[in-house]
C-alpha cells in the first residue's frame, strides 16, 4: 500500500492555513467550501464537511402541511379548525383536501 504523500503549509494571519492544490483537487474543495477541524490526540484532521440546505417552514407552509394530511371528513374540519388557530385563513392556503384526491 503506497503511504500518503506528506506537504508542508505555513499557519497565516488569523490562523489561515492555505492547503496545497493538489489536495483541493482531489477531495473537492474550493474557496468557500466548508471543512471541518477535528482535534486528535496526535494534532488536527482538516477535513471536506457535507452541507445540507434546510427549509425554515413558514406557517403558511405548516398550515399546508396539516391541511393535506388529513385523512377524512373530520380529521380535515379539525385540520381547518388548527389552521384557524394559527391566525390563517384555511381557504386562502393551498393544499389538497380529502375530497380533492
Do not use: C, N, Q
Not at 26 to 37: D, H, N, P, Q, R
Request: aromatic fraction near 4%; avoid cysteine; proline fraction near 7%.
Amino acid at each position: 500500500m503506497k503511504s500518503p504523500a506528506i506537504e508542508t503549509s505555513k499557519v497565516g494571519k488569523r490562523g489561515t492555513v492555505v492547503m496545497p492544490a493538489r489536495l483541493r483537487r482531489k477531495f473537492g474543495i474550493e474557496e468557500g467550501s466548508l471543512v471541518i477541524a477535528e482535534e486528535r490526540e496526535d494534532g488536527i484532521l482538516i477535513r471536506p464537511a457535507v452541507a445540507y440546505p434546510i427549509e425554515i417552514y413558514t406557517p403558511e407552509r405548516k398550515a399546508e402541511f396539516i391541511l393535506s394530511s388529513a385523512v377524512d371528513k373530520e380529521d380535515y374540519r379539525v385540520a381547518r379548525e388548527a389552521v384557524r388557530k394559527m391566525g390563517l385563513d384555511p381557504d386562502r392556503i393551498e393544499h389538497l383536501s380529502p375530497s380533492r384526491r
